[in-house]
């Protein structure tokens, strides 16, 4: 059974442009969560997705959005690139209709940084 | 909205001593609580989480962490530490209902010295 993973693992852009970072579920996870950990700070939340259809959004602007494939895999769009997307953002995976009661499995992440 | 306090950024103790990582929370409403822990440059793992019933929730790698209702606190104890421990620990919450996301605190770094 292979775990989350995420690519890719490190990537630098310039400010202004768009990024996109890839996520592939735990098989048979049908559920993935998005976050934003910004250097020191814990996870934030940006979305969830379930079955194809957005889940729930955190405080973000509307410059980042996801897409969920059949596969469940998943995608992080991330338009007009600021200086303060700089982050790790982490994917996370889970089976069922996303209730955070369902343990959330995390992948290693994608170390963004904009100049 | 909710919100999660951890009140130690770092923690030093020395291997085989106990330790106890703080994590406060405020909700208006019923919450679920959770600790994760994230070693170097990997993603975060699950150590524990309260839904309901006992308060006294024991996860794994022989931590434990009680659920204390009137002063909003969770906080994760381990009797033994090791080096393997050390890492950054993260106290989350979320509702019990509606928005499905985690509240992440700031995180507190064990470090486990010999």
């Known amino acids: 059974e292979t775990g989350v993973t995420q690519s890719p693992t490190h990537l630098i852009k310039t400010r202004g442009q768009q990024v996109t970072l890839r996520c592939s579920s735990q098989?048979?996870?049908?559920?993935v969560s998005w976050y934003q950990q910004a250097l020191g700070q814990g996870p934030q939340f940006i979305f969830q997705?379930?079955?194809?259809?957005?889940?729930g959004r955190g405080n973000f602007p509307p410059r980042f959005s996801g897409l969920q494939f059949p596969n469940y895999s998943s995608e992080l769009n991330v338009n007009a690139l600021e200086l303060d997307d700089s982050a790790l953002y982490l994917c996370a995976s889970s089976l069922g209709s996303g209730g955070v009661q369902e343990t959330q499995y995390f992948g290693p992440g994608t170390r963004l940084l904009v100049l | 909205a909710q919100s999660v306090t951890q009140l130690d950024s770092q923690v030093p103790v020395f291997e085989e001593a106990p330790v106890e990582l703080r994590c406060n929370y405020s909700s208006s409403v019923s919450v679920y609580l959770f600790w994760y822990v994230q070693y170097p440059n990997q993603g975060l793992q699950l150590l524990l989480k309260?839904?309901?019933?006992?308060?006294l929730v024991k996860g794994i790698n022989g931590f434990e962490a009680e659920f204390n209702k009137s002063q909003t606190s969770f906080h994760l104890r381990k009797p033994s530490v090791h080096i393997s421990d050390t890492a950054e620990y993260f106290c989350a919450v979320s509702r019990d209902t509606g928005r499905r996301a985690l509240t992440f605190g700031s995180g507190t770094r064990l470090q486990v010295q010999p």
């Open positions: 098989s048979g996870h049908n559920t």
């Open positions: 309260y839904l309901s019933g006992s308060t």
């Open positions: 997705y379930y079955r194809e259809e957005e889940n």
